[in-house]
């Protein structure tokens, strides 16, 4: 039995961080467009969350023992009806927001018209669109005793009617349309309207049933589990990796459903007959008035965006240059100097690009080494490792092909750099490689010479655009020497490598994090002050959480900016009193991972790809680098100061387990005042440029002396 009074379910938890993405959508002080982006998000953020962690719950739920989840003590029924009650209520709230939001659209003249809502001239058009464009690409069958009922794709749209045989006394069937997934969601009727889809599927679609009248119709869709059990084949027996995975995906797409969602709730005996067919429980069963599948939310906010102006957008922001970065200098001429701090979407990923580059075509370059994660479609990363073997380097990719949802991505890019003459890795078989490392070795006066660059976030164009992190680019030798200790590891297979200077999970990681904690203790019982300081994701692991607890009863004050799962309850008495706990979800998804120990010049300081979850800290490979630079880590402490500082997106979780807003004192966003300051010391070097250039002309137009006076006096 585990002591609960301070712990809290992560599925309960992860919903109340989704509710959270839920009132970002609700908040009247954010752009009315992008309150449709939060809440497209927050639709498929729990589209992912019943495929992936209801879908593994409703695995075990047939397993014939209990598993007792050891931070709430409950089952894994116990949670699935605990997470259904939580759902349904977020049901409630989505639909609230989706009708405030379309309501302000239509005050602003933008409409999402209903079938009842159109005129003669638009059903004519719409009719016209059915038959041309729609119709051709339709899958529909009637489904009887003759009919079984069909495989419906997961989170596919169906159109379900209720027909009768005409001129038949027959009990009444059932009709189903798919509405295909490669056509437009929402179409556009003028610039200030459109239907979606289903709607107009569903208004013309019963001509296909030509033999039967249509009773009623509704529209459903159906999620399955996409959990991909990693240990259900034997990896080290599969005789080739990457169709091992292909084989696996292939599976996620026709695993059990675990959600059935309805506009409206059908007859008894119409639902009972798909729940039968489902193998579905009542309770998975939700009604929403909202369209489902929000997802064409996000095309809809870049269609409307031209005509609806700039107020209902977020003012445009592009990430800058890197502050500690000379434009007109070789990267690692740079690096070779001084650490090189970068920090995403504020300062931009392009330096990581122009030392790959560098690298690529530098003689003195014998190896370069990364592990890739979730990389771009487009990855001009990927481009210049496969550039760089293709120059004769020695290229080692660490590719971790179950980067969930990322997967065929992932899949591909492995493929593309095996034919460039890279070497393409995949980590191990029961442990993800989840770290951000890249290794660039250089052999200088017949010595090696190493760059590294550790990160928090993935080598990835698109993200780093959309998730904060950091990047350290260092020339530190020890450092580097680790790096390459860690890629020796991976190509042997090792997971318990020693490092100097490195932390790795999933041994030294998490016993670093222990025994930094302890320090913390030991400050307090010889008379000192304790401190640490946390920003991760997420944090779940039983252990630390009882250790954390452990540093609050000996007096060692913990502040903890965790976005998402958050299974430590803070101020509880004699359990987590010094401890508090915020988060923060704002116009870019916070994705750092900062350990803090201590204060001031003597903190210790790590930036740090895990989460302090089971999975990350035990059965992963991930990596805690120190900050040793002592520039940088003013950065990092300077950071966090503002990240903490945030009164308006920064909410405290309180020992109910409820989240409330902070006080607001000063009107401060830190999302916002990160984005100026990067803008403006991007402006600032520019002035001290042309200021320069200006000195610099300037010198050399120097005013005439005597004798050039004299000169000109006498020549003319």
């Not at 989706?98 to 933008?110: I, M, N, T, V, Y």
Request: glycine share 4%; with cysteine.
């Amino acid at each position: 039995m585990h002591d609960i009074s301070f712990t809290q379910n992560r599925e309960l938890s992860w919903l109340l961080f989704n509710e959270r993405v839920l009132e970002e959508a609700q908040d009247g002080r954010v752009p009315l467009l992008e309150r449709l982006k939060f809440l497209s998000i927050f639709d498929s953020n729990l589209d992912e969350f019943f495929m992936v962690r209801v879908g593994s719950l409703t695995d075990l739920s047939m397993l014939n023992k209990r598993v007792i989840d050891n931070k709430s003590e409950m089952d894994q029924d116990e949670q699935l009806a605990a997470i259904m009650d939580q759902v349904k209520v977020l049901y409630q709230k989505k639909d609230y927001v989706f009708k405030d939001l379309r309501d302000q659209c239509r005050a602003k003249g933008f409409y999402a018209v209903e079938n009842e809502e159109l005129t003669e001239h638009e059903e004519r058009i719409l009719r016209a669109y059915f038959e041309n464009t729609v119709s051709p690409y339709l899958s529909y069958q009637i489904v009887d005793l003759t009919h079984p009922f069909p495989r419906i794709p997961n989170l596919g749209i169906v159109i379900l009617y209720r027909l009768r045989k005409k001129g038949s006394d027959d009990e009444n069937c059932i009709g189903i349309i798919q509405v295909p997934p490669n056509l437009k969601r929402a179409i556009r009727l003028d610039k200030n309207k459109h239907i979606l889809l289903e709607k107009v599927i569903e208004k013309y679609g019963a001509v296909l049933f030509e033999s039967y009248s249509v009773e009623d119709a509704y529209t459903m869709s159906l999620t399955r589990n996409a959990d991909i059990d990693w240990d259900d084949e034997d990896y080290e027996f599969a005789e080739d990796y990457r169709s091992h995975m292909k084989k696996m995906l292939k599976k996620r797409k026709r695993l059990m459903p675990v959600r059935l969602e309805f506009d409206r709730l059908p007859p008894k005996e119409v639902l009972d007959y798909l729940l039968k067919n489902l193998s579905l429980d009542r309770s998975r069963v939700f009604v929403t008035t909202s369209p489902v599948r929000l997802g064409y939310l996000f095309d809809m906010v870049e269609e409307l965006a031209p005509h609806m102006g700039p107020e209902n957008l977020d003012e445009p922001f592009e990430p800058q240059n890197g502050r500690d970065v000379d434009e007109n200098l070789p990267m690692m001429e740079q690096i070779e100097k001084r650490d090189i701090f970068l920090s995403y979407p504020y300062e931009s990923m392009e330096p990581i690009i122009r030392l790959l580059d560098e690298a690529a075509n530098d003689p003195s370059v014998v190896s370069i080494k990364v592990t890739l994660y979730r990389i771009a479609k487009n990855s001009l990363v990927a481009e210049k490792l496969m550039e760089a073997a293709e120059n004769g380097k020695d290229v080692i990719v660490l590719m971790e092909l179950r980067a969930r949802f990322d997967e065929e991505n992932n899949i591909l890019w492995s493929s593309n750099l095996e034919s460039a003459g890279c070497r393409v890795i995949y980590g191990f078989n029961k442990f993800k490689c989840h770290s951000k490392v890249l290794l660039i070795t250089r052999v200088v006066d017949s010595k090696p010479v190493y760059i590294a660059q550790i990160a928090t976030g993935n080598y990835n164009e698109k993200t780093a655009k959309l998730y904060t992190d950091f990047a350290l680019l260092t020339a530190h030798q020890g450092i580097g020497r680790d790096v390459n200790r860690l890629f020796d590891n991976f190509l042997i297979g090792e997971l318990k490598g020693s490092y100097e200077y490195l932390w790795v999970s999933p041994k030294s990681l998490p016993e670093g994090v222990e025994a930094a904690i302890d320090e913390e203790i030991d400050k307090v019982k010889n008379g000192g002050e304790g401190y640490i300081r946390l920003k991760m994701n997420s944090i779940s692991d039983r252990k630390i959480i009882d250790i954390l607890s452990e540093a609050s009863n000996a007096g060692v004050k913990v502040d903890m900016l965790v976005r998402g799962i958050t299974c430590i309850v803070p101020k509880i008495p004699e359990r987590t009193e010094n401890i508090s706990v915020y988060s923060v979800v704002g116009r870019f998804l916070e994705h750092h991972r900062v350990y803090q120990f201590g204060k001031g010049d003597d903190a210790k300081v790590y930036i740090s790809s895990a989460d302090f979850m089971t999975r990350n800290v035990r059965k992963r490979v991930e990596v805690a680098c120190p900050v040793l630079d002592p520039s940088v880590k003013k950065r990092v402490l300077e950071f966090m100061d503002i990240m903490f500082k945030d009164d308006v997106k920064r909410r405290e979780l309180l020992p109910s387990k409820r989240y409330v807003p902070v006080e607001n004192k000063e009107n401060f966003i830190a999302q916002d005042h990160l984005m100026k300051e990067a803008e403006e010391y991007e402006r600032n070097r520019k002035e001290r440029r042309e200021e320069k250039v200006v000195a610099i002309k300037s010198e050399r137009v120097k005013p005439d002396n005597f004798f050039t006076k004299f000169i000109k006096k006498i020549f003319g």
